[in-house]
């Protein structure tokens, strides 16, 4: 089945602590997405990669960083810069050039900072 | 002023009942238009991707763009109860090719 798949589900993680969210994908997308989502509120874009190592940060990057060495996993890691990490986040896929602007998401990762 | 306005709702309807879901924006680059469903605590699933001004319709959902208002709909026929969910709009301009989300509608579809 193509599809994304986050892990882990759930995550908690102690103040001062780095934590390292996977993504993985097997639809042959060259792009990839983090999103935020907090309480009640869409979701905002945190980085993203239209290719292998390249990427872009988005409107709220500050506190994270990403890689991207192979095309089918885009990793996130929320440091202990983020100053309020708890939130549910979803990874995004889509293919690119002139078709496939459609994104598809992964089942996401909920963060708790304890 | 974000980007993407949508009313949080709840929104409440009968089943059968004929659901209208609405969006603005203010960027006029926005060019792709998508319309999510969200379940709590799942990830949100892809119902409808409109490409600049105009209609699509797939089975009881039909978007419509009219990019002379900046105005996004999302209409559901015949709603169901496993129609209750969070409604999120969300738009691109072809330079980012990110989304740009509204804040979600939450609707409620009663038996």
């Known amino acids: 089945d193509g599809g994304i798949t986050q892990s882990p589900k759930y995550l908690f993680r102690k103040e001062g602590q780095n934590v390292t969210l996977s993504c993985e994908q097997n639809?042959?997308?060259?792009?990839m997405y983090w999103y935020r989502q907090d309480p009640g509120q869409g979701l905002r874009l945190i980085y993203y990669?239209?290719?292998?190592?390249?990427?872009q940060k988005g409107d709220i990057a500050e506190g994270y960083s990403v890689s991207r060495e192979k095309k089918e996993s885009f990793p996130l890691t929320v440091t202990s810069a983020q100053k309020n990490p708890t939130a549910f986040y979803l990874c995004?896929?889509?293919?690119?050039?002139?078709?496939?602007?459609?994104?598809?998401f992964g089942p996401g990762t909920r963060l708790t900072v304890l | 002023q974000k980007e993407v306005e949508q009313d949080p709702g709840p929104l409440s309807v009968p089943e059968g009942a004929i659901v209208s879901l609405n969006c603005t924006y203010s960027?006029?680059?926005?060019?792709?238009f998508m319309w999510y469903r969200q379940y709590s605590r799942k990830g949100p699933e892809l119902l409808m991707y409109?490409?600049?001004?105009g209609n699509k319709e797939d089975g009881r959902f039909t978007a419509q763009v009219d990019k002379s208002s900046k105005y996004i709909s999302l209409f559901i026929r015949d709603s169901q109860p496993s129609d209750s969910a969070t409604y999120l709009c969300?738009?691109?301009?072809?330079?980012?090719?990110?989304?740009?989300f509204g804040s979600g509608t939450r609707l409620q579809v009663q038996p």
């Open positions: 995004a896929s889509s293919g690119t050039g002139t078709g496939g602007h459609e994104q598809f």
């Open positions: 639809l042959n997308h060259d792009a």
């Open positions: 990669s239209q290719i292998v190592n390249d990427f």
């Open positions: 960027n006029s680059a926005f060019q792709y």
């Open positions: 409109t490409y600049s001004s």
């Open positions: 969300a738009a691109m301009d072809t330079g980012r090719r990110a989304l740009t």
